[in-house]
């Protein structure tokens, strides 16, 4: 097999590029973002949240006066990248304009235009496996600013409800010292009955009942798992634990749901970072078949399966 791209229509998103080795299929949007809006198996189950019509968004006098009249943030969902910490207005850009895009041997490299008002420019490389399914991304932010920036970059996949997420916490063994750190905001409850705190793990079931829940880890372990349907989506990357310098208290992994979405979400090191200068930050997307259903508040099981599907 190998890498295929073609330029399609998708929903009511726009032009967007479609790149599938005929295992896997990714669709990014062009018209708008950039947002990878389709992430599945070929022929299968999307693990991205879409929009049938875009009424999450961010408007206001702040917009205004940062970006221009009537600016406006949409969610869209899918996979978007950030940089934190998180501000108002400045994280919630409006990236309603075209993207460009260079085609590479197995995906494509996503440019879209740079923001001046937040002195940045963003760009995310996709690429494919030949084979597998399984895409790795490159994400980097430049300092378009003639002074120095602090930030790390932030990548968020926003996935379609209804699904279970599974964590698997810290477990090196540190003695007397502690091996585990955690982040909660003002509006997460610890007593929803969505999350189950295992001594193993943690699992996040998304509800449509559910308000809205956040919660941030130091993570020592790369993967992070999803459950949805008939897949699993495996999200990885590469935590500096325990020595790395990270957003919101040392957090390199962030958890967020509502009643129509969750998001997975791995950050770089928090760095100055220099005029010119380009921050990185990569993850690796696998897609896994679903091998059956799992007690979401069974610390053994939810190890067992979580085993199963990251190995």
């Given at each position: 097999m190998s890498v295929k791209t073609e330029i399609i229509n998708y929903k009511n998103y726009g032009k967007a590029l479609r790149i599938t080795n005929g295992t896997a299929d990714a669709v990014v949007t062009l018209d708008i973002g950039p947002r990878v809006v389709f992430w599945g198996f070929t022929g299968g189950t999307n693990v991205m949240m879409n929009q049938d019509n875009f009424d999450i968004s961010k408007t206001g006098p702040l917009f205004d006066e940062r970006y221009y009249k009537d600016a406006t943030w949409y969610i869209y969902g899918g996979h978007r990248l950030w940089t934190s910490p998180e501000h108002m207005p400045g994280s919630y850009y409006p990236d309603n304009d075209p993207v460009e895009y260079t085609l590479t041997d197995t995906g494509a490299v996503f440019t879209p235009p740079p923001q001046t008002a937040n002195s940045i420019q963003m760009s995310f490389e996709l690429s494919m496996d030949p084979v597998l399914p399984k895409a790795s991304l490159n994400h980097f932010v430049?300092?378009?600013?003639?002074?120095?920036?602090?930030?790390?970059?932030?990548?968020?996949?926003?996935?379609?409800?209804?699904?279970?997420?599974?964590?698997?916490?810290?477990?090196?063994?540190?003695?007397?010292?502690?091996?585990?750190?955690?982040?909660?905001?003002?509006?997460?409850?610890?007593?929803?009955?969505?999350?189950?705190?295992?001594?193993?793990?943690?699992?996040?079931?998304?509800?449509?009942?559910?308000?809205?829940?956040?919660?941030?880890?130091?993570?020592?372990?790369?993967?992070?798992a999803y459950q949805l349907d008939d897949t699993v989506f495996i999200k990885r990357y590469s935590p500096n634990y325990p020595n790395g310098?990270?957003?919101?208290?040392?957090?390199?992994?962030?958890?967020?749901?509502?009643?129509?979405?969750?998001?997975?979400?791995?950050?770089?090191?928090?760095?100055?970072?220099?005029?010119?200068?380009?921050?990185?930050?990569?993850?690796?997307?696998?897609?896994?078949?679903?091998?059956?259903?799992?007690?979401?508040?069974?610390?053994k099981a939810l190890s067992g399966f979580y085993d199963s599907v990251t190995k």
């Open positions: 430049r300092n378009i600013a003639d002074t120095e920036k602090e930030f790390s970059l932030w990548c968020l996949s926003v996935l379609a409800p209804g699904g279970l997420e599974i964590i698997k916490q810290n477990n090196v063994d540190t003695g007397l010292l502690h091996n585990r750190a955690m982040s909660l905001w003002a509006y997460t409850d610890m007593s929803d009955p969505r999350v189950f705190w295992g001594r193993d793990m943690i699992s996040l079931r998304q509800d449509a009942a559910g308000a809205p829940f956040k919660l941030g880890l130091n993570l020592e372990h790369s993967a992070i310098v990270y957003p919101d208290n040392g957090m390199s992994f962030e958890t967020y749901t509502n009643e129509k979405f969750i998001e997975m979400e791995t950050l770089s090191e928090l760095k100055t970072v220099a005029p010119g200068s380009t921050e990185s930050h990569a993850e690796t997307w696998e897609l896994r078949k679903n091998p059956g259903p799992v007690d979401a508040r069974d610390d």
